[in-house]
């Protein structure tokens, strides 16, 4: 410890000066790295949060399909028309997408 402060001592202000300023850059380097490691790990559980929501969509949506198609098959529409004492006339049947 004793050969450390003796070195210092013998610094000028200048090399005082410059070694400070390394000393402080490296600081503010090392919590600009944390500091943005830490917002990487925010934009990542944030996307990671939206690519849920739109599989969780996306899985309605296919859903969605499947009960439209479901509703919209055939026998299920000739059943309707005899019950109700109509005919099936499959060139009224449109299709929205």
Known sequence: ???IEDKIK???RVEKAFYG???ISGLILAIGIVFMQT???QV???MAAT???ISVKLLEIEDAKQAVNDLARKARLLE???K???TFNNNNIGVAE
């Open 51 to 53: 690519n849920q929501e």
């Open 84 to 86: 109700e004492g109509l």
């Open 80 to 82: 309707i028309a005899e």
């Open 39 to 41: 917002k990487l790990l």
């Open 44 to 46: 990542q559980s944030d």
């Open 10 to 12: 013998t610094f000028t």
């Open 21 to 23: 300023s390394i000393v």
């Open 1 to 3: 410890m004793r050969v």
